[in-house]
T-cell receptor
Framework: RKEVEQDPGPFNVPEGATVAFNCTYSNSASQSFFWYRQDCRKEPKLLMSVYSSGNEDGRFTAQLNRASQYISLLIRDSKLSDSATYLCVAVTGNQFYFGTGTSLTVIP | DAGVTQSPTHLIKTRGQHVTLRCSPISGHKSVSWYQQVLGQGPQFIFQYYEKEERGRGNFPDRFSARQFPNYSSELNVNALLLGDSALYLC??????????FGSGTRLTVV
C-alpha cells in the first residue's frame, strides 16, 4: 500500500471555478504535511504547509483531518496560471512521502 | 541568494555505467535529500543526510549510494545503470525540516 494516495485527475476547470483536491496517507505516525506544486518538466515548489486547524494563503486553503488521515487543498477563483500538478506530502520520521500528483488544467 | 543547485542538468549514460550527480544546498541548510522522479509519478525518496550523516534511506538497491561533504554539498552515485534508472533526480535542502526546497534536477537517460 502506498504511503500517500492521490487522485491523478486530470481536473479540467474553467477560469474562476473552485476546485478541491484530496489526498490520503496510510501512516498514522506521519507528523507533518505539505502541498507542493510542480509545473511541467520543472522541480516541485512548496505551496503551503498543512495544519489541523486549517490554513489559508490567498485563494488557497489547506486542511488536515488526522482522524480520517486525509489532506485537502481548495483553490478558489482559479487562474490560468494555476495549471500544474499538485503533490501532497506526508512526513514520517525523516522521510517525505509524495503522492503521485493531481493534474490541474484551468481553461479560459 | 542561490537556491539549491544541481549538476549536471542533463546526462545520457549507457547501461552498466556509473554516474555521479552533485548538489549544493541553500546556504545554511544542513539537511540534503535525494529523490527519484519517473515520468507520471511523484518523487520517491532515496536518501537523506544531515550534518554529513545518513539519516534515512528509501527502498532503493545498493547500487545507489550517497554522501555529504563538510560544506553540506552532496553526491548521489549510481552503479551498474539500468534502463529503469532513467528519471529526474532531485536534490532538496531544508533548514530544520520545515519543508524542502528542490533544485531543478538532473535528467538522467540510460540507453
Amino acid at each position: 500500500r502506498k504511503e500517500v494516495e492521490q487522485d491523478p485527475g486530470p481536473f479540467n476547470v474553467p477560469e474562476g471555478a473552485t476546485v478541491a483536491f484530496n489526498c490520503t496517507y496510510s501512516n498514522s505516525a506521519s507528523q507533518s504535511f505539505f502541498w507542493y506544486r510542480q509545473d511541467c518538466r520543472k522541480e516541485p515548489k512548496l505551496l503551503m504547509s498543512v495544519y489541523s486547524s486549517g490554513n489559508e494563503d490567498g485563494r488557497f486553503t489547506a486542511q488536515l483531518n488526522r482522524a480520517s488521515q486525509y489532506i485537502s487543498l481548495l483553490i478558489r477563483d482559479s487562474k490560468l496560471s494555476d495549471s500544474a500538478t499538485y503533490l501532497c506530502v506526508a512526513v514520517t520520521g525523516n522521510q517525505f512521502y509524495f503522492g503521485t500528483g493531481t493534474s490541474l488544467t484551468v481553461i479560459p | 541568494d542561490a537556491g539549491v543547485t544541481q549538476s549536471p542538468t542533463h546526462l545520457i549514460k549507457t547501461r552498466g555505467q556509473h554516474v555521479t550527480l552533485r548538489c549544493s544546498p541553500i546556504s545554511g541548510h544542513k539537511s540534503v535529500s535525494w529523490y527519484q522522479q519517473v515520468l507520471g509519478q511523484g518523487p520517491q525518496f532515496i536518501f537523506q543526510y544531515y550534518e554529513k550523516e545518513e539519516r534515512g534511506r528509501g527502498n532503493f538497491p545498493d547500487r545507489f549510494s550517497a554522501r555529504q561533504f563538510p560544506n553540506y554539498s552532496s553526491e548521489l552515485n549510481v552503479n551498474a545503470l539500468l534502463l529503469g534508472d532513467s528519471a529526474l533526480y532531485l536534490c532538496a535542502s531544508s533548514f530544520g525540516g520545515r519543508g524542502y526546497t528542490f533544485g531543478s534536477g538532473t535528467r538522467l537517460t540510460v540507453v
